[in-house]
């Protein structure tokens, strides 16, 4: 094939590639930063090799990754600020596509420059910036290479700052050695130097990843980085013309007040939607309640909920975001409530401003946002193990007030109790993000003592190259498993109810898919922490009344829990009716026609009536009977 553009439509093609590297043409680094852009908007492999269609994913990422190497490690091309600018946010895609290729990581580009440890890596920084330049955006999260991550603070800030957020948004980290080097990033955190974003909204998706992905670290300190990117993010939105509200000196009572939902996902197939309906239709009996939310998300559904539905589209220019401020600036809502903050790239930089008097948040992320600008925390109280963990003040609602909305697509699914399996199904119904390594090696200890054959079922969500590159790492990690692919909640159900039992993961455990595996009699064992995301289990267990013992303090008493149940199915069948017969949709769900309960209104209605004194008295944690004391 002649070297350029070898498919209809212009798109850049491997071979193109290869010839502008061994080339060493002018427009190889351009082909290759179009290439890595095109494996983000999830273009297969194959369709950038017309005409091979029997070549494997391995043989085409490794071609693209040895392409790479000739361009990167090319002492002749020095990429720009832009160049560079642009190779950080496609991190997540060079990554995946070299855990794809025969090289497994990019460790063979930072050897060809130079960087085989940290002392080498760092030495680059004065004696060759532009090899340090291209080094820090590369290094991996999983690289073999013995380099600690604070080596990269010895370039300039900006490039730290790109060479950070690309570390710490990598998904997935296949490696105990990443997950390592991911934690020693984080506890780093307030050695970031000051530095400005880039303009681009790929770039505030590419803060925004690695904001809300500290989460599923392991350190106690992982949000940490959350002040640091705040700060970030504060200049960020005021550098584009976005502005905090100016509000009146008092607030004025209103009768029926206006609460803003800014829902990043609010649509009916969405957890999001399944929380906090309830919610809202309590709310809805003593506030005006308005939507605020992506077009795609507002459903006939989610709408119902709201007296009023502001929607917007993304845009690919900051101006976007300004208009979306300026509009929720209009309205003067009373409160503005955020279910979630980090799910979305536009989450962060609007929580990150004062458009309301009062701003609060809740358990849609399962994280505190440290967010000089969110006041309150809204949480039922089995999710909070150390209030210190959370940068808001928090404010407990009783466990027994949570009820979810019952979905309208949802169909049940007859559960199918497997007497004697073999092997037996482990279910992992866990965002890629919480498949961490050390994890799966508390999975393989399990898999080798289970003392009967075990298979592993798991359901990432995940899809194109970070599917395959799942893939890969599992089938060396847990041989034998079967890795799905996205998959609609029907058929999710349908697999799920193959399985025998859940695994629940840690740190970051599960809630809503808790709540399936129970539906279909599956026992969950569960690891208690003491963040939200490391307790929903546990709360849903001990309210479901499961016994106590599913619920491990450490990860021996995980294991225990878990052999204790794959050995023994006389007791992992009692187990399974004793789920069936909970009614978990009689004591979990309702609908609008639920008699409703009163805790959450009665809790955002104090808040509304009291705030001034709640943030005058130095408290952090407002129980029902705190809150009374306060009046």
């Known amino acids: 094939m002649p070297p350029g553009n070898g498919m209809k439509g212009g798109m850049d093609t491997i071979s193109a590639l290869e010839h502008a590297a061994l080339a060493r043409r002018p427009d190889a680094l351009p082909i290759m930063l179009r290439i890595y852009r095109a494996l983000t908007t999830g273009t297969e492999l194959r369709k950038l090799a017309p005409g091979e269609p029997a070549a494997t994913d391995e043989a085409l990422a490794t071609r693209i990754a040895a392409a790479s190497a000739t361009i990167l490690a090319d002492p002749t091309i020095a990429p720009d600020d832009a160049a560079l600018a642009q190779l950080a946010v496609l991190g997540r895609a060079v990554d995946n596509l070299h855990a794809v290729s025969g090289f497994g990581t990019a460790d063979h580009i930072l050897r060809l420059l130079g960087a085989t440890d940290t002392a080498s890596l760092a030495a680059l920084a004065q004696r060759d910036p532009v090899a340090f330049r291209k080094a820090a955006l590369l290094l991996p999260i999983d690289s073999q290479l013995p380099i600690d991550a604070e080596a990269l603070f010895a370039g300039p800030p900006g490039l730290v700052l790109l060479a950070v957020l690309n570390l710490l948004g990598a998904n997935p980290i296949a490696t105990e050695a990443g997950h390592a080097r991911r934690d020693r990033l984080l506890a780093l955190a307030e050695r970031l130097p000051a530095a400005a974003l880039p303009g681009s909204i790929d770039h505030l998706v590419l803060l925004g990843n690695a904001w809300m992905l500290c989460s599923y670290a ?13 700060r970030v993010l504060r200049e960020w939105v005021l550098r584009h013309g976005l502005r905090d509200a100016a509000l009146p000196t008092e607030r004025r ?17 969405h957890v999001q939607y399944r929380y906090f309906g309830q919610y809202l239709r309590q709310l809805a009996t003593r506030f005006r309640l308005v939507l605020l939310t992506e077009e795609h998300q507002a459903d006939t559904h989610a709408r119902a909920l709201f007296e009023e539905t502001i929607t917007f589209k993304r845009g690919s220019s900051p101006d976007y975001l300004k208009a979306v401020a300026e509009r929720i600036t209009a309205l003067a809502p009373d409160i503005i409530f955020w279910p979630s903050v980090g799910m979305r790239h536009w989450g962060p930089p609007l929580a990150n401003l004062r458009l309301a008097p009062i701003q609060m948040t809740a358990l849609g992320h399962s994280a505190s946002t440290f967010c000089d600008t ?16 959370f940068g808001e003040r ?10 979810f909305e019952a979905s309208p697509h949802y169909r049940p699914v007859a559960a199918q109790l497997r007497e004697r399996p073999s092997p037996l199904r482990v279910a992992l119904p866990s965002n890629l993000l919480k498949l961490n390594p050390r994890f799966i090696a508390i999975l393989r200890r399990i898999a080798r003592e289970a003392g009967r054959p075990v298979q592993f079922h798991i359901f990432p969500n995940a899809s194109g190259l970070e599917l395959a590159a799942t893939r890969r790492a599992l089938a060396t990690s847990l041989p034998g498993a079967a890795v799905y692919p996205v998959l609609g909640y029907a058929d999710y159900l349908a697999r799920l109810n193959q399985c025998d039992i859940n695994l629940s993961p840690f740190p970051f455990g599960g809630l809503h898919s808790v709540i399936d595996s129970l539906r279909q009699g599956l026992p969950v064992v569960a690891l208690e922490g003491h963040e939200p995301h490391a307790r929903t289990d546990s709360m849903l267990l001990r309210r479901l009344g499961m016994p106590e013992w599913l619920i491990a303090r450490d990860e021996e008493a995980y294991v225990a829990a878990a052999l204790r149940v794959i050995r023994d199915d006389a007791l992992r069948l009692d187990l399974s009716r004793q789920a069936l017969a909970l009614g978990i949709d009689r004591v979990m769900f309702g609908d609008a026609t639920t008699p409703l309960g009163t805790d959450v209104v009665e809790a955002v209605w104090w808040i509304y009536r009291h705030h001034e004194a709640a943030m005058a008295s130095g408290k952090r944690v407002f129980s029902a009977a705190e809150r009374a004391g306060l009046g």
Not at 374 to 389: A, C, F, K, N, Q
Not at 394 to 403: N, T
């Open 394 to 403: 928090v404010v407990l609602l009783p466990d027994a007030s949570l009820r």
């Open 253 to 269: 009572l209103v009768a029926r007040p206006t609460i803003l939902f800014a829902a990043e996902i609010m649509h009916a197939n």
């Open 374 to 389: 969110i006041d309150y925390y809204l949480t039922e109280e089995g999710y909070v193990g150390d209030p210190s963990l």
């Open 218 to 230: 392991e350190g106690r300190d992982k949000h940490a980085i959350k002040r640091v990117l705040n």
